[in-house]
């Protein structure tokens, strides 16, 4: 029997659901419920880089105003002055990467020790509910982060910490310099340690759990000490997932608004002291955006939008990138 000529189309491949099959290839399989919840999946998830695009081209086409009228310029200069119509990113980019930087120096010993305990060294009635108020702390509200920096942290670091160092070192050391304001990037930078450490601490569990238990017990077996164990076999091989979510926890600093805007002091001017105020990014946005009354105001705040779009997407790529590289080491 011969078939039709739309059955023959399609067992070519070019018969009107071809591409269909092509593209969902779990299609070809299963009931016709099971047919629909594939191309349902298969279309929320292509959605998303449509969503991306449609999200770059509004950010960049409200920004090219400024785009056109400064250039490059725009990300080098450091004069914000919404009344003369000058406007320059520096301020905001430097405030950014300084509070972003100083929450990692703080949070990523205490997320990564936190991670090997709870892996290696803790007993499980231990590791458990630690485990649980870690990551408790990712479900707080930043607004409550905020005034907790405000009304706690910030007095606290005023007179314990900066004012001590500046007595100290602050002839000596630039960075420890200058009055003890309080809000400040040291304030910043500490709020967004503590709030991204459950980031860094549960990626990080899951990488050394990943490593192969066949390796722990062959370094145990040749006589290796836990600690010896976990220093010169577990850690070697968990390096790229730990730098994974030391980035990962990084996108969530550099993204952040409510917090640090509260306790950074949003001042925009490059700091030359971890007691000085700064600005940052999300915070000038957060701050005048809804101020904006003119075109190339706003066209200059979408503009750093779209610097800490980019900023962001390229971050978060490469942490998954290299957790996505553990894994499928651990997959072997």
Same mark, same amino acid.
């Given at each position: 029997?011969?078939?039709?000529?739309?059955?023959?189309?399609?067992?070519?491949?070019?018969?009107? &659901?071809?591409?269909?099959?092509?593209?969902?290839?779990?299609?070809?399989?299963?009931?016709?419920?099971?047919?629909?919840?594939?191309?349902?999946?298969?279309?929320?998830?292509?959605?998303?880089?449509?969503?991306?695009?449609?999200?770059?081209?509004?950010?960049?086409?409200?920004?090219?105003?400024?785009?056109?009228? %400064?250039?490059?310029? %725009?990300?080098?200069?450091?004069?914000?002055?919404?009344?003369?119509?000058?406007?320059?990113?520096?301020?905001?980019? %430097?405030?950014?990467?300084?509070?972003?930087?100083?929450?990692?120096?703080?949070?990523?010993? @205490?997320?990564?020790?936190?991670?090997?305990?709870?892996?290696?060294?803790?007993?499980?009635?231990?590791?458990?509910?630690?485990?649980?108020?870690?990551? =408790?702390?990712?479900?707080?509200?930043?607004?409550?982060?905020?005034?907790?920096?405000?009304?706690?942290?910030?007095?606290?670091?005023?007179?314990?910490?900066?004012?001590?160092?500046? *007595?100290?070192?602050?002839?000596?050391?630039?960075?420890?310099?200058?009055?003890?304001? $309080?809000? *400040?990037?040291?304030?910043?930078?500490?709020?967004?340690?503590?709030?991204?450490?459950?980031?860094?601490?549960?990626?990080?569990?899951?990488?050394?759990?990943?490593?192969? &238990?066949?390796?722990?017990?062959?370094?145990?077996? =040749?006589?290796?000490?836990?600690?010896?164990?976990?220093?010169?076999?577990?850690?070697?091989?968990?390096?790229?997932?730990?730098?994974?979510?030391?980035?990962? $926890?990084?996108?969530?600093?550099?993204?952040?608004?409510?917090?640090?805007?509260?306790?950074?002091?949003?001042?925009?001017?490059?700091?030359?002291? @971890?007691?000085?105020?700064?600005?940052?990014?999300?915070?000038? =946005?957060?701050?005048?955006?809804?101020?904006?009354?003119?075109?190339?105001?706003?066209?200059?705040?979408?503009?750093? $939008?779209?610097?800490?779009?980019?900023?962001?997407?390229?971050?978060?790529?490469?942490?998954?990138?290299?957790?996505?590289?553990?894994?499928?080491?651990?997959?072997?």
């Amino acid at each position: 029997m011969q078939p039709t000529p739309e059955q023959a189309g399609v067992l070519a491949g070019g018969g009107p &659901r071809s591409w269909v099959r092509r593209v969902f290839p779990s299609v070809r399989h299963g009931n016709l419920a099971d047919r629909a919840y594939a191309i349902t999946l298969g279309a929320f998830g292509a959605a998303i880089p449509i969503l991306f695009f449609f999200i770059l081209l509004r950010v960049g086409t409200a920004a090219w105003p400024a785009l056109q009228r %400064f250039g490059g310029g %725009f990300i080098v200069g450091s004069d914000w002055n919404p009344v003369a119509g000058n406007y320059g990113a520096l301020p905001f980019i %430097f405030g950014t990467l300084a509070s972003s930087l100083l929450a990692l120096l703080i949070a990523v010993p @205490l997320a990564v020790g936190l991670a090997i305990f709870l892996t290696e060294l803790s007993p499980r009635w231990i590791a458990a509910p630690v485990a649980f108020g870690t990551e =408790l702390l990712a479900a707080i509200p930043s607004v409550v982060y905020g005034l907790w920096g405000i009304f706690v942290l910030v007095p606290w670091l005023r007179a314990n910490v900066q004012q001590p160092l500046a *007595s100290a070192f602050g002839d000596s050391f630039p960075l420890f310099a200058g009055p003890a304001y $309080g809000t *400040s990037i040291m304030a910043g930078g500490a709020i967004l340690a503590i709030m991204i450490v459950p980031f860094i601490s549960a990626v990080s569990r899951e990488v050394l759990a990943a490593v192969p &238990r066949d390796q722990r017990e062959a370094a145990l077996a =040749l006589g290796a000490t836990r600690w010896e164990m976990t220093w010169q076999v577990v850690l070697p091989y968990a390096v790229p997932g730990i730098i994974g979510a030391t980035i990962l $926890g990084l996108g969530r600093a550099l993204g952040e608004t409510m917090a640090i805007t509260m306790v950074i002091g949003n001042r925009p001017d490059i700091p030359t002291s @971890l007691f000085a105020p700064g600005y940052t990014m999300a915070s000038v =946005l957060a701050n005048e955006f809804s101020e904006a009354s003119d075109e190339l105001h706003l066209a200059a705040l979408m503009e750093i $939008g779209l610097i800490l779009f980019g900023i962001t997407i390229l971050v978060n790529s490469v942490a998954r990138l290299l957790v996505w590289r553990v894994a499928r080491r651990a997959g072997k």
